[in-house]
């Protein structure tokens, strides 16, 4: 399996603050996702992770909003920008490693609670 | 489009008996078909899949599923549930680009 760092594991921001999340794995990673969970719901793929180029974005997620980094294979960073209060949510980093097709492993995720 | 529907948000069961979450699935192809489990306040953590071969998948923690190819569905299921089972679980199935897409959840509560 893999471990997965996310860091905060937790946090409290202000309304039109910013705040970035840092995923780092500890195995030779295929491929990296940003998910977000809302309150009591499912979750939601923001956007794939590409190491060294532009992040690959889903529909309803735009770059501006959530800037996605991935300078190596096994650490990525997603930014929350501009956050609201309906950006209160789980977010998750999620991998695919080498040699485990077809399974993602997840973090533990980041509570973030926007006032 | 692929995608995974769970029709029930929550399974109530009494420990000891045996428990099953539905999930039922649409894809175009051969279906990439996945369980998650999370536990209150922490991630999603893998149980099963079901990629080729063998209809019944054995996984984590005594759970098995069933793929069913004529009804397009992919149940969860245990012989005999634990209290420690309560959590939410998670069915999923994979695109054509490697992503996974959830199901909505399944609020498992097992009581004594």
């Known amino acids: 399996s893999a471990v997965i760092s996310q860091k905060p594991s937790r946090d409290i921001c202000q309304r039109g603050t910013s705040l970035t999340i840092q995923c780092q794995v500890d195995s030779q990673v295929t491929m990296m996702f940003w998910y977000r969970q809302q309150p009591g719901q499912s979750l939601t793929l923001i956007a794939t992770?590409?190491?060294?180029?532009?992040?690959?974005?889903e529909s309803g997620f735009v770059i501006d909003k959530f800037p996605i980094s991935r300078p190596n294979l096994t650490f990525s960073t997603l930014t929350v920008s501009n956050m609201s209060p309906e950006d209160s949510s789980i977010y998750l980093c999620?991998?695919?490693?080498?040699?485990?097709?077809?399974?993602?492993?997840f973090g533990e995720g980041s509570r973030l609670t926007v006032l | 489009a692929q995608s995974v529907a769970q029709p029930e948000d929550q399974v109530n069961v009494a420990e000891g008996n045996p428990l099953t979450v539905k999930c039922t699935y649409s894809v175009s192809g051969n279906p990439y078909l996945f369980w998650y489990v999370q536990y209150p306040n922490r991630g999603l953590q893998f149980l099963l899949k079901y990629i080729t071969g063998d209809n019944l998948v054995k996984g984590s923690y005594g759970f098995e599923a069933e793929f069913n190819k004529s009804q397009t569905s992919f149940h969860l299921k245990k012989p005999s549930a634990l209290v420690s089972d309560s959590a939410l679980y998670f069915c999923a199935v994979k695109d054509q680009g490697g992503k996974l897409i959830f199901g909505q959840g399944t609020e498992l509560s097992v009581k004594p």
């Open positions: 992770a590409n190491q060294g180029s532009e992040a690959t974005y």
């Open positions: 999620s991998v695919e490693i080498r040699g485990r097709t077809g399974e993602l492993f």
